[in-house]
């Protein structure tokens, strides 16, 4: 029998930072953590001193790791967590620097997040990015994951009788979202019309079914509640957190992910329903995978996200508020901190610190992540709920 997880009580999450994206960056992606985890500092009012703990996911670090990256920034950790999963980094980056907390192996954990672009760096990560990649994929003309979402897109419509125009609403909504979001890469307004004329890449995704890889960093702190309310900084409480790896690798396609294999814990440790939940943060590098993560985190059965998205507002002001900084379809994919952009937009949400995407009255956050394409499938998932700890 499997024991039951134990709960996250008494744990703080405060300080969140965005590092503003940029299209391009000749620095380091030393440069970008070292600045998102400056930005946390300071609003905290610490200085690196003052940290025990230090988590780091990043795929442009090479040849360092979170190990070099003490040296570099100075830092002399009690506990170090390097979490190479991608997309799904940030909810397993908090859940297990909670523990940290709990169990009193640090006081203070700065997780961070970050990556540069180069001009050549998306291309170079591609063909090293796992030996699936090197071996089976790269070699062949796969430049990227558009293929292998290509494929699962189209298997998804004729599956679930999904059109492009239901994706098309996602898109729509988390652009609108992101003109509310100083710190988006996408700038310009998008309509429906405007996403089923663009240019196709793979049938059936076209131009705007895609991230755009960028640089950029996100960082968040994890402590005490007791040290937060020291301190005076407004704060999440985690009610709860899962995560799973390479699961249902039964499944000739992937339509579905593990978030199926844990999502009742998930409500249950935290005490609550889809219904109770203000707004959520999906991974959305295509919007498929947003679709399934809300057929999956049980807001409606397999295959009824397209009629959802029909009858739901997903904008900011909408009756079910998603990807409230545009996410990374329209703020941008700054490589492993895609991962993090919607856990730190639900740290200011439910602390009331959201500025122009704020909503009214959110105290229940959300966050899902999906990472690590290895030849067909996402190999890991992730999922938190955040409750309102202290406000400003």
């Known amino acids: 029998m499997v024991k039951a997880r134990q709960n996250y009580d008494g744990v703080a999450?405060?300080?969140?930072?965005?590092?503003?994206?940029?299209?391009?960056?000749?620095?380091?992606?030393?440069?970008?953590?070292?600045?998102?985890l400056r930005g946390s500092l300071t609003a905290a009012n610490l200085k690196p001193r003052d940290l025990d703990g230090f988590s780091v996911a990043s795929f442009t670090l090479f040849p360092d790791s979170a190990v070099g990256l003490t040296q570099h920034l100075g830092l002399s950790p009690r506990w170090l967590d390097h979490i190479p999963m991608g997309g799904a980094s940030?909810?397993?980056?908090?859940?297990?620097?909670?523990?940290?907390?709990?169990?009193?192996?640090?006081?203070?954990?700065?997780?961070?997040?970050g990556d540069t672009n180069h001009i050549d760096s998306f291309r170079n990560m591609l063909s090293s990015f796992s030996r699936f990649a090197q071996d089976a994929s790269y070699p062949y003309g796969y430049g990227g994951p558009n293929a292998n979402f290509a494929l699962l897109t189209d298997r998804y419509m004729k599956e679930y009788g999904a059109t492009r125009e239901d994706f098309g609403r996602i898109c729509v909504a988390q652009r609108d979202n992101a003109l509310r979001y100083p710190n988006a890469v996408m700038k310009k307004p998008l309509t429906l019309e405007q996403y089923m004329s663009a240019r196709p890449i793979a049938d059936p995704i076209a131009l705007f079914d895609c991230v755009m890889?960028?640089?950029?960093?996100?960082?968040?702190?994890?402590?005490?509640?007791?040290?937060?309310?020291?301190?005076?900084?407004?704060?999440?409480?985690?009610?709860?957190?899962?995560?799973?790896?390479?699961?249902?690798?039964?499944?000739?396609?992937?339509?579905r992910g593990g978030w199926t294999m844990d999502i009742d814990e998930l409500y249950a440790m935290s005490n609550c329903t889809p219904d109770d939940i203000d707004l959520l943060q999906t991974y959305?590098?295509?919007?498929?995978?947003?679709?399934?993560?809300?057929?999956?985190?049980?807001?409606?059965?397999?295959?009824?996200?397209?009629?959802?998205?029909?009858?739901?507002?997903?904008?900011?002001?909408?009756?079910?508020?998603?990807?409230?900084?545009?996410?990374?379809?329209?703020?941008?994919?700054?490589?492993?901190?895609?991962?993090?952009?919607?856990?730190?937009?639900?740290?200011?949400?439910v602390t009331g610190t959201a500025g122009g995407t704020q909503i009214n009255n959110a105290s229940t956050a959300m966050v899902s992540g999906f990472g690590m394409i290895n030849f067909d499938r996402g190999v890991c998932t992730s999922a938190s709920i955040l409750k309102t700890g202290a406000r400003t």
């Open 13 to 36: 999450i405060a300080a969140p930072f965005s590092m503003p994206y940029q299209r391009y960056s000749i620095e380091t992606a030393h440069w970008w953590i070292a600045k998102a």
């Open 213 to 255: 890889p960028c640089a950029g960093s996100e960082c968040f702190l994890v402590m005490s509640e007791d040290e937060a309310a020291k301190r005076n900084l407004p704060y999440a409480t985690l009610r709860g957190a899962i995560e799973r790896h390479n699961a249902h690798s039964e499944d000739d396609i992937q339509l």
């Open 284 to 349: 959305d590098d295509y919007p498929v995978i947003s679709m399934m993560q809300i057929e999956d985190l049980g807001f409606c059965a397999k295959g009824e996200g397209p009629e959802f998205v029909r009858n739901h507002d997903l904008t900011i002001d909408g009756d079910f508020p998603h990807n409230t900084s545009g996410g990374q379809l329209s703020a941008g994919q700054a490589g492993a901190a895609g991962g993090y952009i919607g856990i730190v937009e639900a740290i200011r949400q």
């Open 90 to 113: 940030a909810s397993i980056a908090l859940r297990r620097a909670a523990r940290a907390v709990q169990a009193g192996d640090a006081n203070i954990v700065a997780c961070v997040a």
